[in-house]
């Protein structure tokens, strides 16, 4: 059964700072790797998406990594902004529809 | 191009009471996934539509159950509700079958039971 842990479980940082978010996942069959980022009580905005063929999608200030035989996953923000706060969630899909982590409670500082 | 919508935004519901709960994914998508978020669990899956027929069902009570209509519309069904179903319930979209493809999520219905 596909487990995805993320650490830390939270994370409070100062505006500017480099951050890297960790995912990882028990079972390396996977078809892509999603990071998604959800604002309170709201639904999900999906990031990036990397195939299980990939190593790395990027997006403006955001950078993920996909070690598929290591079963890890990074998501690097650039140069953090206040507005990046939220909770970043990863999930992992294979056989069946996402698996999700329980998230990293993202909070930058001005 | 229009996201995903999902409706009632809100809901309050008593114990014993059944519930019903409507996505319309994105235009021209397949595939719509149901999700429950509760802060414990964290976020499950509920079941996948495609095509109209369920492709895979997440380990839920059959109290809860779902279906899709021709026009890839989607609703879920949530009989005698429990106090523990009070939940964001989410809803995603992709364009064909949910593990290859990327989805997208609505804004979800925040369920309340009383």
């Known amino acids: 059964k596909q487990e995805v842990t993320q650490i830390p479980a939270a994370l409070s940082v100062p505006e500017g700072e480099n951050l890297v978010l960790n995912c990882s996942f028990t079972d390396s069959a996977i078809y892509n790797l999603q990071w998604f980022r959800q604002d309170p009580g709201k639904g999900l905005t999906s990031l990036l998406l990397?195939?299980?063929?990939?190593r790395e999608q990027t997006s403006g200030r955001l950078n993920a990594s996909l070690d598929k035989s290591s079963g890890r996953s990074t998501l690097y923000i650039a140069a953090s902004q206040p507005g990046d706060s939220a909770t970043y969630l990863c999930?992992?899909?294979?056989?069946?529809?996402?698996?999700f982590g329980k998230g990293t409670r993202l909070s930058v500082i001005a | 191009k229009a996201g995903v919508t999902q409706t009632p935004r809100y809901l309050i519901k008593t114990r014993g009471q059944q519930v019903t709960l409507s996505c319309s994914p994105i235009?021209?998508?397949?595939?719509v996934s149901w999700y429950q978020q509760t802060p414990g669990q964290g976020l499950q899956f509920l079941f996948e539509?495609?095509?109209?027929?369920?492709?895979n069902k997440g380990n839920f009570p059959g109290r809860f159950s779902g279906r899709q209509f021709s026009n890839s519309r989607s609703e879920m069904n949530v009989s005698t509700l429990e106090l523990g179903d009070s939940a964001l319930y989410l809803c995603a979209s992709s364009l064909e079958v949910a593990g290859n493809y990327e989805q997208y999520f609505g804004p979800g219905t925040r369920l309340t039971v009383t």
């Open positions: 999930a992992v899909s294979g056989n069946t529809p996402l698996v």
């Open positions: 235009s021209g998508h397949r595939s």
């Open positions: 539509y495609f095509s109209e027929t369920q492709r």
């Open positions: 990397i195939q299980s063929s990939q």
